[in-house]
């Protein structure tokens, strides 16, 4: 069962702006990960479905953070169809983020009004998303579609709610090209958790790259 109501995971999203996207195998450092980037001031984290046994991991990781984290409200990534979406929904997830769009998945994630985010890449995609009941739409791969992409759909769609993940940078030009094209938030991986950083536990740096990144997108909003 989440433990967040959709309107308080909308909200937070919407707060905030960022929303950490990562995953790792090992379920300990899934753990340091996700409590240095709340310490930095995340509150919204997305642990991406991408390996084996990954709904273990992320399991491990909901108790995890209940327990030390009890602000972060987490959620998986990755999803592409709605068994997925049901097996991590009975885990805890407080939000479900999908590469493409499936209107099965939109169902099921309805049913327990939990928020769907899917990716898509079309202005067609996104009105249908809509319609499917999809508050917040991914805008995906935003290192294809880009900022002009978020600008042109907003002018006849202005009540759009936009994330944009791929082509994002904890960067302040980078995300001020974003936030002025008009997102709501972004989505960043690798280029808030280089895998270095990951090979040498450097949790601080990451808690440091988040409070940095929090304050850029605080910056570019005004």
């Known amino acids: 069962m989440a433990r967040f109501t959709k309107l308080q995971t909308l909200g937070a999203i919407a ?10 195998k090992d379920a300990e450092v899934a753990k340091k990960v996700a409590k240095a980037c709340y310490e930095g001031g995340v509150r919204v984290f997305e642990f991406t479905n ?13 108790k995890y953070a209940a327990a030390e984290c009890p ?7 990755s999803v592409i169809d709605a068994p997925t979406a049901a097996l991590y929904l009975q885990l805890g ?16 994630c309805n049913r327990r009004l939990v928020p769907y985010t899917p990716g898509c890449g079309s202005v067609s995609e996104v009105g249908l998303a809509q319609e499917a009941g999809c508050d917040l739409c991914k805008v995906f791969p935003g290192d294809v579609l880009g900022p002009n992409f978020v600008k042109g759909l907003k002018a006849p769609m202005p009540w759009s709610m936009l ?28 280029n808030l958790f280089p895998a270095e950083v990951i090979a040498a536990k450097d949790w601080r740096k990451i808690t440091d790259k988040c409070k940095e990144t929090l304050s850029f997108i605080k910056a570019v909003r005004k």
């Open 50 to 62: 991408r390996g084996d046994f990954a709904h273990e991991i992320f399991g491990e990781l909901v």
């Open 71 to 77: 602000d972060l409200i987490l959620g998986v990534g």
């Open 93 to 108: 997830a407080n939000f479900v983020v999908g590469p493409l769009l499936n209107v099965e998945v939109a169902k099921v």
């Open 15 to 24: 707060a905030t702006g960022m929303a950490p996207v990562f995953y790792h």
């Open 163 to 190: 994330m944009v993940t791929g082509g994002v940078k904890p960067e302040e030009a980078n995300l001020k090209s974003w936030f002025d094209a008009g997102v709501t938030c972004v989505g960043m991986g690798s």
